[in-house]
């Protein structure tokens, strides 16, 4: 039996940090691999492998297709680490591992550029039309897995099988505690919900309170939202530094610098700088949906879609708690109403 890997599209975030670590694994026992090229000259690749590089483009993905349609044997197990079943029927075991709840879930792609949204659907109809090629499925929580159960119209197994790469050792000589009150590990997607954060950041200012923030956002592929975020600041006075893109080594040492982790997604498969902050010990501040209480334990939560409920959990964990409305009499609102 040889073990073939099918990852053409996996290259940054968390999905590629995942991969990397499953390389990395000794026991490991790949055979055959197809990656995304931009991880061409990434160092931690093993040797040995037969490797082949996928181009970014419709065509290059489709040439993928074919390629592992031509090397898969009957005894074969394939893992399609992208979260996509094989568009062809292949004479092996496909195994599907799914880390997009976007892919399974009628989440609204209103907020998403336009390439994106037709990615997104492409990809949506491809998982649904194609779920017959997938013998098994793999997610790493519960709340994935329900989601993925009540989507497909077969019955395929579902593993739940969580792993995360251990944290990173950083040197005290290199943070110092309290350099960030809150930071915010995400990238640019529309579900990361970076919009509803500042608002809620301009909440705090005007009643008094600046607590600082650090974002980890990459102009490059995200300008119009690097440019949003540097102009809000700017015109309410809020203390707000994007960091730009991090290697993972430099976010663990951004971990060490802050207070707490804030993290208003809207939706996650896993959410891997929730398992990071926690492992760092460092409180954290996150939406109330089961994909966080799935891996981790909040200090805080709050409505994600609510800038007023995320400023309130702020305002909880400074101990500046605001004080629920005074309930009055008939008598004081028709006097109000005279007034």
Request: hydrophobic letters at 45%.
């Amino acid at each position: 039996m040889r073990v073939l890997l099918h990852a053409p599209s996996v290259h940054i975030g968390g999905g590629v940090i995942l991969l990397l670590k499953l390389l990395s694994v000794p026991i490991q026992q790949f055979d055959w691999m197809q990656l995304d090229r931009r991880l061409k000259n990434c160092s931690r690749l093993p040797v040995g492998v037969i490797i082949h590089f996928v181009k970014r483009s419709f065509r290059g993905r489709l040439a993928a297709e074919w390629r592992l349609y031509r090397q898969c044997r009957r005894d074969d197990v394939v893992l399609c680490f992208h979260g996509l079943p094989p568009l062809l029927p292949l004479k092996g075991r496909s195994v599907v591992f799914i880390q997009n709840r976007l892919l399974i879930e009628h989440t609204s792609l209103a907020g998403y550029p336009f390439f994106v949204r037709v990615r997104l659907i492409v990809e949506r109809l491809w998982s649904r039309w194609f779920q017959q090629r997938c013998s098994r499925y793999i997610v790493q929580t519960p709340s994935m897995a329900a989601s993925l159960q009540r989507w497909l119209k077969r019955d395929v197994p579902i593993s739940v099988a969580p792993f995360a790469p251990a944290p990173l050792p950083v040197s005290d000589m290199t943070t110092q505690k309290g350099e960030f009150d809150f930071v915010y590990v995400a990238s640019g997607e529309a579900h990361k919900n970076h919009e509803k954060l500042l608002e809620a950041w301009r909440l705090l200012n005007n009643v008094g309170h600046k607590p600082s923030l650090a974002l980890t956002l990459d102009e490059n592929s995200n300008p119009d939202l690097a440019e949003f975020i540097k102009k809000f600041s700017a015109a309410h006075e809020l203390d707000i530094v994007n960091l730009g893109v991090m290697s993972r080594a430099e976010v663990f040492a951004l971990y060490r610098t802050a207070g707490a982790m804030i993290y208003p997604s809207t939706s996650e498969s896993f959410g891997l700088p929730l398992v990071e902050a926690s492992q760092t010990g460092l409180p954290v501040l996150a939406s109330e949906l089961d994909f966080v209480r799935d891996v981790i334990e909040p200090t805080e939560t709050f409505d994600p879609e609510s800038p007023v409920s995320i400023a309130r959990a702020v305002k909880r964990f400074l101990n500046a708690v605001e004080p629920p409305v005074e309930i009055g009499t008939a008598e004081g609102f028709f006097m109000e109403v005279l007034r």
